[in-house]
């Protein structure tokens, strides 16, 4: 084999198709940073809506966790009788 195998010469780009590369990147860019702020707007409200109702959730769990122990206790004192 001959180095002109090995190594072929490059091939010119045309400069339509570079403008196309470059524009298409360009505009790739722009799309993402446009959707994160859209997105970053959208999680921030979220998160401020959990943080506002995170204390009532956690209050019903725990009163749901204290009626379903006591039924248990009440359940457990029928068996042992």
């Given amino acids: 084999m001959s180095t002109a195998q090995l190594n072929p010469r490059p091939v010119r780009v045309s400069p339509l198709i570079k403008f196309g590369r470059w524009t298409f990147l360009g505009a790739g860019i722009l799309w993402g940073i446009y959707h994160q702020n859209k997105f970053s ?31 248990e206790m009440t359940e457990l004192e029928k068996q042992m009788k």
């Fill in 41 to 71: 707007k959208l999680e921030a409200a979220f998160q401020e809506v959990e943080a506002r109702e995170k204390p009532i959730r956690d209050a019903k769990i725990a009163a749901e966790k204290k009626r379903l122990a006591e039924i």
